[in-house]
């Protein structure tokens, strides 16, 4: 059985997550049938937030933590877009390629998906 990694979900008040009998009666964390959010690890975002507040900085820092920013130039800012001539002319491709920092348009170099 595969649970929500919410770290407060079996805190949160419904009735799915009531378990046992009078006198025994206890909350838990919700089952894989309800796990929709972050790559299907948590049930609602409220618990993929818990997880982030308690663990996002180590994430990071395990993971890798930016020092220095990421930049978009010239030669990685080419975007497949809509190319609006197809609206009035359908002859014309579909789609485009756009440079996001030059704004020059070119037709498409790879395969479209
Ligand atoms: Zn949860």
Redesign the pocket.
Known sequence: MK????T???T?DTTDRKRGTKGNKRNQ??SIS??YYGGGS???L???N?WWTEHGSRAIDHFGRLHNPIVLDEANAWRQVYNHDHWEDTTQPRFHEKNMITKAIRPLTREQG
Do not use: A, E, M, V
């Open positions: 649970y929500c990694q919410g407060k979900c079996h949160y964390t919700r309800h796990n948590f049930c609602t409220t618990c993929q818990d």
